[in-house]
């Protein structure tokens, strides 16, 4: 935290308030209810394969996620109270969103860069 009068950046304000970014967590892939709105969004912006198929993925990819209480600085989301996010060293690229034992979304670079050209198209 810094001292002195100078202003608290948004790393130190979010230390603060979510505590470490890395959690020791471990989810049994088993036990996690993938939604169906995870499973459309993972066939809609990581790749488009049968539900099944997705399914199929995504428990892989639960299966070596790493958790965190706050996502990496390239998935630019608003924070969810009790939403973890996992990132596999499978796919680096997808960010699966939990929340209690759901999975409830997916999110992709790739997904997230789009938005964000749509967003700046609409802008101007």
């Given amino acids: 935290m810094t001292t002195h009068g100078i202003l608290p950046t ?5 230390a603060l308030a979510l505590g470490p970014a890395d959690i020791d967590r471990t989810h049994d892939p088993a036990d996690i209810v993938l939604s169906t709105h995870a499973v ?4 809609e912006r990581v790749e488009g394969v049968s539900r099944r198929l997705a399914a199929r993925r995504l428990r892989r990819l639960l299966a070596s996620a790493r958790w965190r209480s706050r996502p ?17 060293p499978d796919r680096p ?3 699966l969103l939990l929340n209690g034992r759901v999975l409830v979304t997916v999110l992709s670079r790739r997904f997230l860069r789009r938005s964000a050209a749509v967003s700046r198209a609409v802008a101007r």
């Fill in 93 to 95: 690229d997808v960010c």
């Fill in 72 to 88: 990496l600085p390239w998935t630019d989301v608003v924070l969810h109270p009790g939403a973890v996010y996992g990132y596999s």
């Fill in 10 to 14: 948004r790393d130190d304000i979010l």
């Fill in 40 to 43: 459309q969004r993972y066939r």
